[in-house]
């Protein structure tokens, strides 16, 4: 699901309870967080999958980040019993030629929601907050904040206008692409549009949805958003390479992004973009191995209980072909995770249970090709050789 605001319509395609021990952390979560181990080391031997597939994946990729134009590649699969495969291609830097490394900090874009959704239903296994409570109960000022539950929030159903499709939030960002916004400044330019329909009536990809869990997750745990994902969500997985920034800030060594989501059309190094505009929606940064570790915890619920869990995953219809939405989570083919996507740089991160396989991939552009995003193209040439009854095929909403 595409996060970045665009000029083709700015498309949404895309805590006090520091001192509690995470709810719902199984014991061997924990064991692993405590240990810093990788989920499935032993049963993805790197380079198991042998020369064949290999070079099938090699050329497949190659084939696809040059026709599309992508500057640079990171790319993950791991099929338990069969091995794994890890490539990086292309570079990090047109301007110096720097390669592309397994080892960068990227941007991640909408993935950040399945953070921030995870950092709710840990709230609800809590029991300091319950699904269908209406966000009134929560914040004020919301448009038929009496009607739309959280539970509608975090699937997409809500109705509230999606601030990132606003003309004026549009110029403001592209205007000036360092300047820091506040929750409720991105809130203010969704709410001044009328609902696009009634609460729970249909999907339609909102981050607008996002910045409100956000605030909810502030208000009821006592604690910021970044230190609450800190110490409930990515300390117990184990993530040490995945945080939300406060600003433009991004560790080093990462890769530079590359968009043509400009005022003039003209592409433009994204790399220093303050994404405080994307908040609890779209703005963490992560690596490789991390996002790996994570697409199995939020596929199995590691960190929630069961009904939670259960809950999350109880998917519904999109309108988009093959692919259903649950809570900040989608489906496709059987593949169940998240795509990001913000100025600069994509990435998609899933994981299939029937399997216990894992795809991760990053990009350092955004820019389609052929009306398709380019992080989708890849992960269906992928699929289509390690998975070929489980083919990821996530369109773009329709702008």
């Keep these: 699901m595409q996060n970045a605001p665009s000029r083709r319509g700015f498309t949404a395609a895309l805590l006090a309870a520091a001192v509690l021990a995470p709810m719902g952390l199984s014991s061997t979560a924990a064991a692993l967080a405590k240990s810093g181990a990788r989920y499935g080391e032993d049963d993805c031997p ?15 990729i190659e084939d696809v980040r040059r026709q599309a134009g992508i500057p640079g590649v990171i790319a993950g699969v ?4 069969r091995g794994s495969y890890t490539r990086a291609t292309g570079v990090a830097d047109t301007a110096t030629g720097r390669p592309m490394t397994t080892d960068l900090f990227m941007r991640i874009g909408s993935e950040t929601k399945t953070f921030t959704v995870t950092a709710l239903l840990q709230l609800v296994d809590q029991g300091t907050v319950r699904l269908d409570d209406p966000i009134s109960a929560h914040l004020d000022g919301v448009p038929c904040g009496g009607l739309i539950t959280l539970r509608q929030l975090a699937e997409m159903r809500s109705g509230l206008f999606p601030y990132t499709a606003d003309p004026d939030f549009v110029q403001d960002l592209l205007s000036d692409p360092s300047r820091s916004f506040t929750p409720r400044e991105l809130l203010a330019y969704g709410f001044k549009n009328e609902n696009t329909f009634g609460p729970g009536e249909k999907f339609q990809y909102s981050n607008t949805n996002l910045i409100l869990l956000g605030l909810v997750v502030e208000k009821v745990s006592g604690l910021g958003l970044a230190d609450f994902i800190h110490q409930r969500v ?16 991004i560790p080093w060594p990462h890769a530079h992004g590359y968009t043509n989501q400009t005022l003039s059309g003209a592409v433009a190094d994204t790399t220093d973009w303050n994404g405080s505009w994307a908040w609890a929606a779209g703005a963490m940064i992560s690596d490789l191995q991390d996002l790996r570790r994570w697409a199995e915890i939020v596929a199995t619920g590691t ?12 998917v519904l219809p999109t309108g988009l072909p093959g692919t259903s939405y649950g809570l900040g989570i989608f489906e496709t083919s059987g ?6 996507s913000t100025p600069g740089y994509q990435s998609v991160t899933v994981h299939l249970p029937s399997q216990k396989a894992t795809l991760v991939l990053l990009l350092n552009t955004d820019i389609s090709y052929g009306g398709q995003e380019p992080s989708t193209l890849l992960a269906r040439a ?18």
Excluded: M
Excluded at 303 to 314: I, V
């Design 78 to 81: 791991w099929l338990p019993g």
């Design 46 to 60: 790197p380079g198991g999958l042998g020369p064949e597939l290999t070079a099938r994946l090699d050329t497949v």
């Design 234 to 249: 990515l300390r117990p997985s184990g993530l040490h390479h995945t945080l939300l920034p406060q600003g433009a800030e």
């Design 382 to 399: 992928i699929t289509e050789i390690v998975t070929p009854d489980n083919i990821y095929d996530n369109p773009a909403p329709p702008s």
């Design 303 to 314: 960190l929630l209980s069961a009904q939670t869990q259960a809950e999350r995953l109880k």
């Design 335 to 340: 593949w169940i995770g998240h795509n990001g």
